[in-house]
């Protein structure tokens, strides 16, 4: 889940060697603590699946030897998983509707830095288990505190609504850095990965309605120095859809149908949805300051770029998909009516007609709509989508992120790998929840788009792909974060001479158009290209780290 992120992080820390070290003293604006970086504290907020789930029942399994009992690893324990699927899955999945546990079984998220380091302790190797193991690692061999660095792990299950009305998520977290404040006598930095930058915007967003509006950008500036977004889905990433309509296994000794029922009982799954970088939500803060309830369903506007735009601001479209388009009633999606009206032929006769939707369309619930008729998770989709994420009262997560109000951020991720986009559905004949085939993918990589077969697809490549998970686009968001005028360097990520180094200052940063960097590479080397702040906000800070990455 951190792969190649966890050496990025890693340098960063180098920057603050002091963080429970020697007390360096360092210059600059320090705040409250005075530059005494040894006064920090790291908070590590991780990513989709990277907390432990324990049972919290007993639960007897029929034809197993391996029963449930309290505090037996849950996520992830492959060995119950495979002799006793059903059992493993009771305690997996949550209702739907309600985001409950199963009547039989219940899991909570495990706490400390046991509960991130590793997923399933000497059984898979690789990514999927060992998530943050080797940071925290190097964090010993480095010198630092056991107190400095706080895991603060969450039920990646819920939807933010159900974190903090199930758990108090917030509240604790909010806890959290007071404490570490207090311990320690200075802020914290923090260090979220993949699904875990969502949550802390959630985070900040919750936390302008808890505390009075005067006093918000005072307790952020005590209570957080810096923030690391490491491979941040800022605006989502399509293979969301991929797991919600055929299964991700996450390599899981499962089948596809079998994680397509786990990751749709999840309010989470929706969380890293495709959405379109021109569409916001009304302003919640201010809302619940005005007349009428802040509870209520959130107005979803999109500026005029949004028609003019091909694909919702992304390569291509996010998901194609093959309907037997039999059915009356398709009047009822306004938004569909072009491509429905090309088809009218095709529907007459009966014919399956190939449907096209963009991340906006992924992210509105258009999607959604459209498959109701033709697949059984269609409304529930549909329901979980309006009540826990339009509908949430302090943030419709499924819009585009504005730069975080903390002194200085650093965005931090991987690039140049290939790159899954966009996907081609079509009915497979079988039951659900097997009933979708992946007739094809698209994949970004090298500025190109490419389907499964290596045929070149029409769209708008970026200027570079991703880091196999995430899409460029969405990863390179935080650009938008940056001032007027960039300063780039870009420089070998292995031992050099400082004669490959190249920098380019005082660039002008079009927030709507993305920067590229006039400068030259070598196809053997890998580098990092980073882009900061010329003119900044005053007491801000802003960097964007890119990193070529190898394939693994």
Same mark, same amino acid.
């Given at each position: 889940m951190?792969?190649?992120d966890s050496?990025?992080?890693?340098?960063?820390?180098?920057?603050?060697?002091?963080?429970g070290?020697?007390?360096?003293?360092?210059?600059g604006?320090?705040g409250?603590?005075?530059?005494?970086y040894?006064?920090?504290?790291?908070?590590?907020?991780?990513?989709?699946?990277?907390?432990?789930?324990r049972?919290?029942s007993i639960l007897?399994?029929p034809?197993?030897?391996?029963?449930?009992?309290?505090?037996?690893?849950?996520?992830?324990?492959?060995?119950k998983?495979?002799?006793?699927?059903?059992?493993?899955?009771?305690?997996?999945?949550?209702d739907?509707?309600?985001?409950?546990?199963?009547?039989?079984?219940?899991?909570?998220?495990d706490?400390g830095?046991?509960?991130?380091?590793?997923?399933d302790?000497?059984?898979?190797?690789?990514?999927?288990?060992?998530?943050?193991?080797?940071?925290?690692?190097?964090?010993?061999?480095f010198?630092?505190?056991?107190n400095a660095?706080?895991?603060?792990?969450?039920?990646?299950r819920?939807s933010?609504?159900?974190?903090e009305?199930?758990?108090?998520?917030?509240?604790?977290?909010?806890?959290?850095?007071?404490?570490?404040?207090k311990?320690?006598?200075?802020?914290?930095?923090?260090?979220?990965?993949?699904l875990?930058?969502?949550?802390?915007?959630?985070?900040?967003?919750?936390l302008?309605?808890?505390?009075?509006?005067k006093?918000?950008?005072?307790?952020?500036d005590?209570?957080?120095h810096?923030?690391?977004?490491?491979?941040?889905?800022?605006?989502?990433a399509p293979?969301?859809?991929?797991a919600?309509?055929s299964?991700?296994?996450?390599?899981?000794?499962?089948?596809?149908?079998?994680?397509?029922?786990?990751c749709?009982?999840?309010?989470?799954?929706?969380?890293?949805m495709?959405?379109?970088k021109?569409?916001?939500g009304e302003?919640?803060?201010?809302?619940?300051?005005?007349?009428?309830?802040?509870?209520?369903?959130?107005?979803?506007?999109?500026?005029?770029?949004?028609p003019?735009?091909?694909?919702?601001?992304?390569?291509?479209?996010?998901?194609?998909?093959?309907?037997?388009?039999?059915?009356?009633g398709?009047?009822?999606?306004?938004?569909?009516?072009?491509?429905?009206?090309?088809n009218? /032929?095709?529907?007459?006769?009966g014919?399956p007609?190939?449907?096209?939707?963009?991340?906006?369309? /992924?992210?509105?619930?258009?999607?959604?709509?459209?498959?109701?008729? #033709?697949?059984?998770?269609?409304?529930?989709?549909? #329901?979980?989508?309006h009540?826990?994420?339009?509908?949430?009262?302090?943030?419709?997560?499924?819009?585009?992120w504005?730069?975080?109000p903390i002194?200085t951020?650093?965005?931090?991720?991987?690039?140049?790998?290939?790159?899954?986009?966009?996907?081609?559905?079509?009915?497979?004949?079988k039951?659900?929840?097997?009933?979708?085939?992946i007739?094809?993918?698209?994949y970004?990589?090298?500025?190109?788009?490419?389907?499964?077969?290596?045929?070149?697809?029409?769209?708008?490549?970026g200027?570079?792909?991703?880091?196999?998970?995430?899409?460029?686009?969405?990863?390179?968001?935080?650009?938008?974060?940056?001032?007027?005028?960039?300063?780039?360097?870009?420089?070998?990520?292995?031992?050099h001479?400082?004669?490959?180094?190249?920098?380019?200052?005082n660039v002008?940063?079009?927030?709507?158009?993305?920067?590229?960097?006039?400068?030259?590479?070598?196809?053997?080397?890998?580098y990092?290209?980073?882009?900061e702040?010329s003119?900044s906000?005053?007491?801000?800070?802003t960097a964007v780290?890119?990193l070529?990455?190898?394939?693994?």
């Amino acid at each position: 889940m951190i792969g190649g992120d966890s050496r990025v992080v890693l340098t960063v820390l180098l920057l603050f060697q002091g963080l429970g070290g020697e007390g360096i003293e360092f210059g600059g604006d320090g705040g409250d603590f005075g530059g005494d970086y040894s006064k920090l504290s790291g908070i590590i907020i991780p990513g989709f699946a990277s907390t432990q789930l324990r049972a919290w029942s007993i639960l007897d399994c029929p034809y197993s030897p391996l029963d449930f009992n309290p505090l037996d690893l849950v996520w992830l324990d492959t060995t119950k998983l495979l002799s006793a699927v059903n059992c493993w899955l009771k305690c997996i999945l949550l209702d739907p509707y309600n985001q409950t546990d199963h009547p039989e079984c219940k899991s909570r998220p495990d706490s400390g830095l046991s509960a991130i380091t590793e997923l399933d302790p000497g059984y898979i190797t690789g990514p999927l288990s060992s998530v943050w193991k080797e940071w925290i690692k190097w964090c010993i061999e480095f010198g630092i505190e056991a107190n400095a660095i706080i895991a603060v792990p969450y039920d990646w299950r819920l939807s933010p609504t159900m974190l903090e009305e199930r758990d108090l998520y917030f509240h604790k977290l909010k806890l959290t850095f007071e404490t570490a404040l207090k311990l320690r006598g200075g802020p914290s930095i923090v260090f979220a990965h993949s699904l875990g930058n969502n949550v802390f915007r959630y985070f900040l967003e919750w936390l302008k309605l808890e505390i009075a509006p005067k006093h918000y950008f005072e307790w952020l500036d005590q209570h957080i120095h810096a923030y690391f977004a490491v491979g941040a889905p800022l605006l989502g990433a399509p293979d969301t859809i991929k797991a919600i309509l055929s299964g991700s296994t996450f390599g899981l000794p499962i089948s596809e149908g079998t994680a397509r029922v786990m990751c749709n009982s999840f309010g989470s799954s929706m969380w890293m949805m495709p959405l379109s970088k021109y569409c916001r939500g009304e302003d919640v803060y201010w809302k619940h300051f005005s007349k009428g309830n802040g509870g209520v369903h959130h107005s979803y506007r999109c500026s005029e770029q949004e028609p003019r735009s091909n694909y919702s601001g992304w390569p291509t479209y996010i998901a194609n998909i093959e309907v037997p388009l039999v059915h009356a009633g398709y009047e009822a999606y306004p938004s569909l009516s072009e491509v429905t009206h090309e088809n009218l /032929t095709s529907m007459e006769c009966g014919l399956p007609t190939q449907l096209s939707f963009s991340a906006r369309e /992924t992210s509105d619930g258009t999607f959604f709509k459209a498959i109701e008729n #033709y697949d059984p998770d269609g409304k529930r989709l549909s #329901y979980q989508l309006h009540r826990l994420y339009h509908s949430d009262p302090v943030l419709n997560p499924l819009t585009p992120w504005d730069r975080p109000p903390i002194k200085t951020v650093f965005c931090i991720y991987g690039t140049d790998l290939k790159t899954e986009v966009g996907y081609y559905f079509a009915p497979s004949g079988k039951p659900y929840p097997d009933n979708w085939i992946i007739t094809d993918v698209i994949y970004e990589i090298e500025g190109s788009l490419i389907s499964r077969s290596g045929n070149l697809v029409d769209g708008d490549p970026g200027i570079a792909s991703g880091d196999e998970t995430v899409p460029y686009h969405s990863l390179s968001w935080c650009k938008s974060w940056l001032g007027p005028k960039v300063n780039i360097t870009r420089a070998p990520q292995s031992e050099h001479d400082g004669s490959d180094v190249q920098i380019d200052m005082n660039v002008e940063n079009n927030r709507e158009e993305d920067i590229v960097p006039n400068m030259t590479r070598s196809q053997r080397g890998k580098y990092i290209t980073y882009y900061e702040d010329s003119e900044s906000i005053p007491g801000k800070r802003t960097a964007v780290w890119e990193l070529d990455k190898d394939v693994a």
